[in-house]
């Protein structure tokens, strides 16, 4: 897991942390299969327009712990951002794109969402993946998690924290360098007065980098606001925050005001947003299946598309790539598409190399494992998640074992956990060492892979996991793994 990446909002991942050790709080109460829907409003007033961020963010509570005690909890958000722009004519180097947002689509896959584990006291300890928002405002898992505080009136930390620009989102493309910047980060919190039996804190920001420009700090963040917290379930009830974002650089500055509102729904208001995503989504769902419905290629359009393939302007090659990823393998051709597209996984434009390993999912066979094994180890982490798709497609031990040894990976390890249950029971091998792996979030994952593919050969390892694994979570899991290959027994039997 990267270390160099902003992990904050509002309160840091440190200062929740911080908290634990002294503070004693409301406890989060859990229950498997409980929702918590958040409703999201964040503003920022750029020189040249206003970007509004709105939706709904969704916490679900897969299963409970309570040894720990702690909960495995699912996550997404379907927030989007609209922007209007003002009237205003702009110059200098920050607005030469202001088309050009780096966040435009910051919608998590609500086909799956993230998985995250949530300690009783208000801890995100487990997360698989980063969805940053913009304006440094950190990951969105974090709107309605936070540590509280209940006895403690008043304290302070700070910590030097390491700015990696590609991660904290500025509002402009090129609006800042990709180097590593230091900080010093501030927070001060207080207790307020209850509301309506609600935990409430006051929280004060301070972001302070140590690069200057002209005497000044390239980056200043400000912020203050309030944190509430539900008395039922002692989840985050509304977080109100506002922020003042200060950057300088190439003599010129930019002033951004950042307001943050999240408020939990009540059942009813609940269950409507519920509603209107699982309908959005069913509609997307179908309209993405009849996009992307395989289409028959002839002879003549496959040379075609190959051509393209060879082409020197990079449109075409993705063009071409496209074309091949939604068609229907044509078995006489489809070595030679294969191999036709195993280079472009290296092509120096990113778009190229995206799409070709989406291609290779489709028309990739036996003899493309070793490339693919390349893919994977690549340093463009969407090669590699492109090439484990694509493995999963090759029903091959070999396959299996590249795959499975990406699962400690939190980066790739949903394409991985997927592939090797689309591998299917060849990939069993692969999978049983992971169930020794040192990372429990690891051995969670081997065990819904055997769940899926596993057969009596998994039944030993899985019950030893069930009764002597440390982490109540991997051990419910195992559990199920257990009843699930049992049951597919039965059913052939």
């Given at each position: 897991?990267?270390?160099?990446?902003?992990?904050?909002?509002?309160?840091?991942?440190?200062?929740?942390?911080?908290?634990?050790?002294?503070?004693?709080?409301?406890?989060?109460?859990?229950?498997?299969?409980?929702?918590?829907?958040?409703?999201?409003?964040?503003?920022a007033e750029l020189p040249d327009?206003?970007?509004?961020?709105?939706?709904?963010?969704?916490?679900?509570?897969?299963?409970?712990?309570?040894?720990?005690?702690?909960?495995?909890?699912?996550?997404?958000?379907?927030?989007?951002?609209?922007?209007?722009?003002?009237?205003?004519?702009?110059?200098?180097?920050?607005?030469?794109?202001?088309?050009?947002?780096?966040?435009?689509?910051?919608?998590?896959?609500?086909?799956?969402?993230?998985?995250?584990?949530?300690?009783?006291?208000?801890?995100?300890?487990?997360?698989?993946?980063?969805?940053?928002?913009?304006?440094?405002?950190?990951?969105?898992?974090?709107?309605?998690?936070?540590?509280?505080?209940?006895?403690?009136?008043?304290?302070?930390?700070?910590?030097?924290?390491?700015?990696?620009?590609?991660?904290?989102?500025?509002?402009?493309a090129g609006f800042a360098s990709?180097?590593?910047?230091?900080?010093?980060?501030?927070?001060?919190?207080?207790?307020?007065?209850?509301?309506?039996?609600?935990?409430?804190?006051?929280?004060?920001?301070?972001?302070?980098?140590?690069?200057?420009?002209?005497?000044?700090?390239?980056?200043?963040?400000?912020?203050?606001?309030?944190?509430?917290?539900?008395?039922?379930?002692?989840?985050?009830?509304?977080?109100?925050?506002?922020?003042?974002?200060?950057?300088?650089?190439?003599?010129?500055?930019?002033?951004?005001?950042?307001?943050?509102?999240?408020?939990?729904?009540?059942?009813?208001?609940?269950?409507?947003?519920?509603?209107?995503?699982?309908?959005?989504?069913?509609?997307?769902?179908?309209?993405?299946?009849?996009?992307?419905?395989?289409?028959?290629?002839?002879?003549?359009?496959?040379?075609?598309?190959?051509?393209?393939?060879?082409?020197?302007?990079?449109?075409?090659?993705?063009?071409?790539?496209?074309?091949?990823?939604?068609?229907?393998?044509?078995?006489?051709?489809?070595?030679?598409?294969?191999?036709?597209?195993?280079?472009?996984?290296?092509?120096?434009?990113?778009?190229?190399?995206?799409?070709?390993?989406?291609?290779?999912?489709?028309?990739?066979?036996?003899?493309?494992?070793?490339?693919?094994?390349?893919?994977?180890?690549?340093?463009?982490?969407?090669?590699?998640?492109?090439?484990?798709?694509?493995?999963?497609?090759?029903?091959?031990?070999?396959?299996?074992?590249?795959?499975?040894?990406?699962?400690?990976?939190?980066?790739?390890?949903?394409?991985?956990?997927?592939?090797?249950?689309?591998?299917?029971?060849?990939?069993?091998?692969?999978?049983?060492?992971?169930?020794?792996?040192?990372?429990?979030?690891?051995?969670?994952?081997?065990?819904?892979?055997?769940?899926?593919?596993?057969?009596?050969?998994?039944?030993?390892?899985?019950?030893?996991?069930?009764?002597?694994?440390?982490?109540?979570?991997?051990?419910?899991?195992?559990?199920?793994?257990?009843?699930?290959?049992?049951?597919?027994?039965?059913?052939?039997?």
């Amino acid at each position: 897991m990267a270390t160099s990446r902003v992990h904050r909002l509002f309160l840091s991942a440190f200062l929740m942390t911080f908290l634990s050790a002294i503070v004693s709080r409301a406890e989060y109460h859990f229950s498997a299969n409980h929702r918590m829907v958040y409703d999201v409003k964040i503003t920022a007033e750029l020189p040249d327009q206003k970007q509004t961020i709105s939706g709904n963010l969704f916490y679900t509570i897969k299963s409970v712990d309570p040894s720990e005690p702690q909960a495995s909890v699912n996550f997404f958000t379907t927030l989007h951002l609209n922007s209007s722009f003002s009237s205003n004519q702009h110059n200098g180097p920050f607005f030469q794109n202001s088309s050009v947002l780096p966040f435009a689509n910051i919608g998590i896959d609500l086909s799956r969402g993230r998985d995250i584990v949530v300690s009783q006291s208000g801890r995100v300890i487990e997360y698989g993946a980063e969805d940053q928002l913009p304006y440094m405002l950190g990951n969105a898992w974090d709107l309605g998690v936070a540590s509280s505080p209940s006895d403690q009136k008043q304290s302070n930390t700070q910590q030097i924290i390491d700015l990696q620009n590609r991660f904290s989102n500025f509002p402009r493309a090129g609006f800042a360098s990709q180097e590593h910047r230091t900080a010093m980060e501030s927070v001060s919190y207080s207790s307020a007065a209850p509301r309506d039996g609600a935990h409430v804190i006051d929280v004060k920001y301070q972001l302070v980098s140590d690069e200057t420009s002209n005497g000044a700090s390239v980056i200043r963040d400000t912020g203050s606001g309030q944190i509430a917290f539900d008395p039922q379930s002692g989840w985050v009830q509304t977080r109100d925050m506002s922020y003042h974002i200060l950057y300088r650089q190439n003599h010129v500055t930019m002033d951004i005001p950042v307001e943050v509102h999240v408020k939990l729904l009540g059942s009813a208001e609940a269950q409507h947003a519920w509603q209107m995503h699982q309908d959005a989504f069913a509609l997307a769902m179908k309209e993405q299946a009849e996009r992307n419905a395989p289409k028959l290629l002839d002879n003549d359009s496959i040379t075609a598309a190959l051509e393209k393939l060879t082409s020197q302007d990079a449109f075409k090659v993705r063009d071409a790539c496209e074309q091949l990823e939604h068609a229907i393998v044509v078995k006489s051709r489809q070595s030679e598409v294969a191999r036709a597209l195993e280079p472009l996984m290296k092509h120096s434009e990113e778009m190229v190399r995206i799409e070709s390993t989406k291609a290779l999912a489709v028309w990739a066979e036996r003899k493309n494992i070793p490339s693919l094994s390349e893919g994977v180890h690549s340093t463009d982490i969407f090669v590699r998640q492109g090439a484990i798709e694509a493995l999963g497609h090759i029903h091959d031990r070999r396959a299996a074992e590249i795959v499975a040894s990406q699962l400690p990976d939190n980066q790739v390890q949903f394409q991985a956990e997927q592939a090797l249950i689309s591998i299917g029971p060849v990939a069993e091998p692969a999978v049983l060492p992971m169930l020794k792996n040192e990372n429990w979030v690891t051995r969670l994952s081997a065990c819904k892979i055997l769940a899926a593919i596993g057969t009596q050969h998994s039944l030993g390892d899985l019950q030893t996991v069930s009764n002597k694994d440390d982490n109540g979570l991997v051990s419910q899991e195992a559990d199920k793994a257990e009843q699930a290959i049992r049951d597919r027994a039965e059913s052939k039997s």
